[in-house]
């Protein structure tokens, strides 16, 4: 699990990267479906493993 801590003050972030990185791979599926759906079905299939 790739997670980052971010201290702003009192407050206190987790972000989970490979969620972030799924969030971004979908998006940009839906802004240009045929070249990036490959990237995204390959993405899947490396998680899957």
Known sequence: MDRKL???GN???EIDENCMLRK?????VLEQPEKDSKKLNEYKMKRAE
């Open 6 to 8: 971010i201290i702003d």
């Open 11 to 13: 407050a206190v972030y």
């Open 24 to 28: 971004h791979l979908e998006e940009a």
